[in-house]
């Protein structure tokens, strides 16, 4: 299998067999993870944060130093040079002289796809637009698989904003390589666009709208749980109305299965009850681990550190 | 002596001996400190900042550089998960599982020991509210020692803000382990409070209060003076009337000791005359040099490295 | 021929045979630049951006770790101490005690050689004021020579804001080293001013001014343009007047010599057409691939890495 040089803007660019190669690498880098690796000495990445984003970008840097690699970059577009009206595709034309490899987080649909097309060097997409957030998704099938033992087989809920998350739709995009139960929970005003889960039916995947967690509790394996923004609602009192149907509380993991996992890309603000950190169905701050790992396994992969 | 893994919140939490312990090493590191370490090769520091801080922000992230680790991190907190809600205990939950140790700067009095509560990793509190800087009081204890070659029997003047400055808390506090006089020169308006003069006394410092630089310049050994901010007097004309009685100028020297020592935590404004930085009483550029030393000695025995 | 320890502030600041032995540096590096090299292994830059510039910023970053070394520093002021009133002579102070270099970008014209005068370690000048950008001039002339093989006896044009930018001042000087005919292409309102001119006249250089691309294209051997920033126009509709004959587009470039190459110190907006990226023309992205290296060489000289 061949990863050197390659982008990974959506998850839809590896398959199946890829994706589990790269979580086979994790499995090995899970076990070395604290010695002292130097598979990436004298490699440069660049991270580009066009968007603030603090986990994602010190998860990705923290990969390439455990791997004996170094970083440069910035954290907010304020300080680059975009302030001065420069382009994404001059950027990355200046950037690819100076690094081996460059992380892109942008606000804009495809700017991932764009500077992987200019760039001769390559590019990880770390969030663009509300479509792609490939290596969010990755670390999601990671922690399942490495939690359930198997990703195959699972009913698996979505709960919360489905409409402008990105972190959900690279998710099911990614299930869709599985035999999967998807159950998707959201507000009205926040249900997974159509076009989404046509494709994801047109892949195989089983899925089924809810309006509750009350549905979904007591059949879930997995529960991803993300967070609903009130600026999303045009009426604040409608917001009001049905946020307790997206919130996860203690109390409700009563009725649950008793090998229940929760996940949550993070941050969460009032949607995940804290009481559930200190019970064994929460494996969100786990899930920031496997990202660690998951994106050390990318960067050797793709750097041709491992081949 | 055993540091590994531990905290360092307060400077209270070590005792004399353990500090002393950490001179120790100090003193070692100084003679190697140009030297290609590799004590710390494969570590990661993250280094939370959500208060700017340049100049310890820079201190610790150069001297874990200069022992081989590296570094992750924010300089200020609007680039932060916390803009979008997060809370400090999250952040720390998530942040762990990237690095080897936290050096945390933060607003709030209670900050870093909330963190140390939670982290299964090291934290070193590099300054939270208005108590607490301990390896700043670390560093100003270190100078003394390198530079007068004892702590016990000196005479030691706090000069400016002693209400609201938390490196004069900290410093007062990690003397009382001395045997020395303390004297506190500040406006009526930021006077130290009653209940830390009532704490150092019970701690065994001999404590006096004066009202003016000339009351303590012929007697001091050393000289430790402060920014006043202008912002902390209600009543601007008040600060005009006291300001004159807090600066350090070079005539004042004319009647110190000859062998007086003059430190600063920096950044200064106009309390401290730039002509002074040239005659052999300044030591508060050295005692920045101190500073990166210290940090060397304190992450090499918290990681480890050194025992 | 000795650079160990010295500061690089003016372009005029190095000899001619100083500035070649650069470039033989920087040419063996280039042939190195993927290898691991160790060469800074242990020693610390200090980048301190009191103005913002990714892609300098960037480009001795990359320099500093593609050598082993390591980076601390600053993007922007605002995080900087300086917001709490520190001078900058205060700032070197303390940096230079973390530190083994300084490179340092500041709005004001003086402050790279003040930094210089006070500091014990080395200073670089990653742009001052109007005037001193000399690691650009450096690079630009780097480009030069790689891309046409010499400079002396070619017919060079400036074009577009004479008057503002320091990039085109610092090569003007950089260029009075050598035979060239220097041909300066500005609108009225930001020509050269008169005493550069009259500066690099006495220097030995050919200068012509001239009112439009139209008048230099058949001639020159190197275009060097930048842009022109609206701001700089008290009326609009000058701007709005003028700005055509300073633009370089395709279409252009039927007239020009077969082995013209064109230049930019980049960011762009409108004056370099983006068709021309395509064309044997372009240089501006490979020149910044000369930065990183030139920037390595000068990096490893000063640093005493390389004799």
């Known amino acids: 299998m061949n990863f050197k040089g390659r982008d990974?803007?959506?998850?839809?660019?590896?398959?199946?067999?890829?994706?589990?190669?790269?979580?086979?690498?994790?499995?090995?880098?899970?076990?070395?993870?604290?010695?002292?690796?130097?598979?990436?000495?004298?490699?440069?990445l660049a991270s580009l944060f066009f968007e603030p984003s603090t986990r994602t970008r010190l998860?990705?840097?923290?990969?390439?130093?455990?791997?004996?690699?170094?970083?440069i970059g910035f954290s907010e577009p304020k300080v680059a040079s975009i302030a001065k009206g420069e382009t994404l595709?001059?950027?990355?034309?200046?950037?690819?002289?100076?690094?081996?490899?460059i992380v892109l987080r942008h606000p804009?649909?495809?700017a991932a796809r764009l500077a992987a097309e200019i760039a001769k060097i390559p590019i990880i997409n770390a969030g663009s637009g509300a479509l792609f957030h490939p290596t969010q998704a990755l670390l999601d099938l990671y922690t399942i698989k490495r939690e359930k033992?198997?990703?195959?087989?699972?009913?698996?809920?979505?709960?919360?904003?489905?409409?402008?998350?990105?972190?959900?739709?690279?998710?099911?995009?990614?299930?869709?390589?599985?035999?999967?139960n998807l159950l998707l929970v959201a507000p009205p005003i926040l249900r997974m666009r159509k076009e989404i889960i046509n494709d994801l039916v047109e892949l195989g995947v089983k899925v089924k709208e809810c309006s509750s967690l009350d549905e979904v509790?007591?059949?879930?394996?997995?529960?991803?749980?993300?967070?609903i923004q009130k600026e999303r609602f045009p009426d604040i009192s409608e917001y009001e109305r049905v946020k307790g149907s997206y919130k996860l509380t203690l109390e409700l993991l009563n009725e649950c299965k008793p090998d229940?996992?929760?996940?949550?890309?993070?941050?969460?603000?009032?949607?995940?009850d804290t009481r559930i950190d200190d019970t064994p169905f929460a494996k969100y701050f786990k899930q920031t681990w496997y990202g660690l790992i998951i994106r050390m396994a990318l960067?050797?992969?793709?750097l041709g550190a491992i081949a």
Do not use: Q
């Not at 998860?59 to 970083?71: I, K, P, T």
């Not at 509790?217 to 967070?227: E, F, P, Q």
């Open 8 to 44: 990974f803007i959506s998850i839809r660019d590896y398959t199946r067999e890829e994706i589990e190669y790269i979580f086979k690498i994790a499995m090995k880098l899970e076990a070395m993870s604290k010695n002292n690796l130097n598979l990436l000495r004298g490699k440069i």
């Open 59 to 71: 998860s990705f840097e923290a990969a390439m130093l455990r791997l004996g690699g170094s970083v």
């Open 89 to 101: 595709s001059d950027t990355i034309k200046v950037v690819e002289n100076y690094a081996d490899i």
């Open 108 to 110: 804009l649909e495809g």
């Open 149 to 180: 033992g198997r990703i195959d087989g699972l009913t698996i809920a979505l709960v919360g904003d489905l409409k402008y998350g990105r972190t959900v739709h690279s998710l099911a995009y990614a299930l869709s390589y599985y035999d999967v």
């Open 217 to 227: 509790i007591k059949v879930a394996d997995v529960i991803y749980i993300t967070r």
């Open 260 to 272: 229940l996992i929760i996940l949550h890309p993070l941050p969460r603000v009032n949607e995940l």
């Open 299 to 302: 960067l050797a992969l793709i």
